[in-house]
C-alpha cells in the first residue's frame, strides 16, 4: 500500500486536479441541463477511476494491498460507466448515482489512511477527504429530494472542490514522504523516527 502511493503521488495528484475541475466547471456554469452535468460526472469519474486503476496494475507485485487502489478505481469506472450508459436518467437517479458514488470512494479512502497510518505519519489528508465523500455522499442519499437543481449543482461542486484540494494536498505530502523515503533507503517514516 504505502510503495504503491510512495511511488504514485501523481495519482493522487491527477485525482485530485480532475475533482477540481469538474467543481470548478460545475460552479461556472450552474445553469448546466442534467446531460451536460452527467456528461461532466461521467468524465470526472472515468478519469479517476482509470487513475487508479493504473497505479493498482502497475504495482501489483510489489504492493500487498494493490487491490484497494483497484476497487477504487473500478467503483469509479462503474458509476461512469452507468451514468454514460443512460445519459437521459433522471435527475434522482443520478444524485443517488452520484451519492453511492462518493460514500463506497470515501470508505476506500479512509481504508486506504488507515492501513498507511503504520508507516507514514499525517495520512489525515486522505482519511479527512475519505470522510468529506461519505459525508456527501450520505447528505445526498439522505435527502435526494431536498434541493433543486441549482442547490444540487452547487452542492455537487462544492464536494468536488473541497475533494481536489485535499486530494492535492494529500499528493503534495505523498510527495514529500517519497523523497524523504529515498533518503532513508526505504524505511517508513515511523521506522526512522523510531530509530530504525
Known amino acids: 500500500m504505502t510503495e504503491t502511493l510512495l511511488r504514485s503521488w501523481k495519482m493522487l495528484a491527477l485525482r485530485g486536479a480532475i475533482a477540481l475541475l469538474f467543481g470548478v466547471l460545475a460552479a461556472m456554469w450552474p445553469g448546466l441541463t442534467l446531460l451536460w452535468l452527467v456528461a461532466l460526472f461521467a468524465a470526472f469519474a472515468l478519469l479517476g477511476g482509470v487513475v487508479c486503476i493504473a497505479a493498482a496494475v502497475r504495482h501489483r507485485k510489489s504492493d500487498r494491498s494493490w487491490w484497494l487502489w483497484l476497487l477504487l478505481g473500478v467503483a469509479s469506472v462503474a458509476a461512469a460507466a452507468g451514468a454514460m450508459a443512460y445519459p437521459t436518467i433522471t435527475s434522482l437517479v443520478l444524485i443517488l448515482f452520484i451519492g453511492a458514488n462518493a460514500l463506497v470512494t470515501g470508505v476506500i479512502d479512509i481504508a486506504i489512511a488507515v492501513r498507511l497510518r503504520k508507516h507514514i505519519e499525517n495520512e ?18 439522505l435527502f435526494p429530494a431536498g434541493a433543486g437543481a441549482l442547490a444540487l449543482v452547487w452542492l455537487i461542486s462544492l464536494y468536488a472542490i473541497a475533494s481536489g484540494v485535499l486530494l ?21 517514516l515511523r521506522q526512522a523516527r523510531e530509530g530504525g
Open 124 to 141: 489525515v489528508l486522505l482519511g479527512f477527504g475519505g470522510a468529506v465523500s461519505i459525508l456527501f455522499g450520505a447528505i445526498v442519499l
Open 168 to 188: 492535492l494536498a494529500a499528493a503534495w505530502r505523498v510527495r514529500a514522504w517519497e523523497r524523504e523515503a529515498h533518503g532513508r533507503g526505504g524505511q517508513t
